[in-house]
């Protein structure tokens, strides 16, 4: 099956800097890899996703790469702010399957 | 944007007693809906796929008679664990697929933090 490592598991930036979390996938054959951002208490959130037929996607301060030949994808937030404050978690999905692959979550601290 | 509900949003029990988990897909039909669990500092460990009108199907390690999942609906998944113990303490989260497009990202709900005493 699929096996999504993440890292690092634990990140500290001063706020306004970038932070950046990595994460690779073991399975050729994942072609949908969704980033979620988790708040103390509550469920994951959908934040950015890509699709394995794009290398780049950008929505405002967040940004996600893909590499598909050495597996490995990355999440990119820029100008960090303390509501940044979270743990994000990366995963990988095939899009004929169902099960969502985690990896094991960053948590992020923004340092004001 | 898609919301999945989930309630309650705490609940504490005592041993031996059941609680039952309710997860709605709130503006979105969902033939899958899946239940994870999700431990301090953790993350979330899949326990079971959810079908709407058939059995779910239950990761390995995971005792089906112990999480009862039902699928009733195209909008509403339960889980429901039955004679409670403290190792049940956790915090048990949904997530939701909608049924129309093939690769419609998945929604989650807010989570159920379960505390059995």
Redesign the interface.
Known sequence: GENVEQHPSTLSVQEGDSAVIKCTYSDSASN?F?W?KQEL??????II?I?SNVGEKKDQRIAVTLNKTAKHFSLHITETQPEDSAVY?CAAIK?AG???T????T?VLVKP | GAV?S?HPSWVICKSGTSVKIECRSLDFQAT?M?WYRQFP????M?MA?SNEGSKATYEQGVEKDKFLINHASLTLSTLTVTSAHPEDSSFY?C?A?PTFG??S???????T?LTVT
């Not at chain 1, 208490?41 to 959908?46: C, I, M, V, Y």
């Not at chain 1, 985690?102 to 979550?105: I, L, M, R, T």
């Not at chain 2, 500092?41 to 979330?44: G, H, M, R, Y």
């Not at chain 2, 990202?105 to 989570?111: A, E, I, S, T, V």
């Open positions: 949908y969704p979620y208490g509550k469920g994951p959130q959908l996703d699709r978690f899009a169902n099960k969502l985690f990896g094991g979550g948590r | 999945v989930q899958t899946f500092k953790q993350s979330l899949l796929t989260i997530s697929r093939a690769d990202p998945l929604h989650f709900g807010n989570g933090r």
